[in-house]
């Protein structure tokens, strides 16, 4: 059975908050979802370079910043043609621009998109199985997201904008 993964992550690639910052975003993160959960604690991430925090399995498409078009990582059942594309980018270092196949932008490898959503970081907060609490959404628990002021409350703590990802796991 699939293992479902949330993390928060700024939405600047580049952005690595302070430690009071840090402190105080991990102690509301253990609020919003209160042990136990299935992991039986955390995960706190810092990375010297952003490193790119997928959906995992439900990791479909690259989204082109410049024209919206949605570039499949499989077709037919097998890895798409894109796929080898994404892997060469992914090679690339994080602060340099690439081509989009698409339509032809000069796009900085941390600023593509992805369905379902994922995000460049350099600062990751989650959990495995995050417990229920009053903080989330009411419908489509217990894989849905966060109440737009429980999200607010974490983007003013981290003096940054903040992503929600849902990562899947087999
Ligand atoms: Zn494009």
């Known amino acids: 059975m699939a293992e479902h993964a949330f993390y928060l992550v700024p939405s600047d690639p580049f952005y690595l908050p302070d430690d009071e910052r840090n402190a105080e975003f991990f102690a509301f993160f253990k609020e919003v979802s209160p042990l136990p959960n299935a992991n039986g604690g955390y995960d706190f ?57 698409c339509c032809g932008t000069e796009t900085r490898v941390v600023d593509f998109k992805f369905d379902s959503p994922g995000a460049f970081a350099r600062f990751a907060v989650g959990a495995l199985e995050p417990s229920d609490s009053d903080y989330w959404e009411d419908e489509d628990r217990p894989y849905g997201l966060l109440k737009p002021e429980t999200l607010a409350r974490f983007e003013e703590i981290l003096g940054c904008g903040v992503v929600q990802i849902w990562q899947v796991r087999t």
Request: aromatic share 10%; proline share 7%; charged share 30%.
């Open 45 to 101: 991430e810092k990375y010297d370079d952003p490193v790119l925090v997928d959906s995992g399995d439900a990791f479909e498409a690259v989204i082109c910043p410049g024209c919206c078009a949605r570039l499949e990582m499989l077709g037919d059942g097998e890895w798409g043609e894109h796929y080898d594309w994404w892997q060469s980018v992914m090679e690339q270092p994080r602060n340099s621009t690439v081509k989009a196949p």
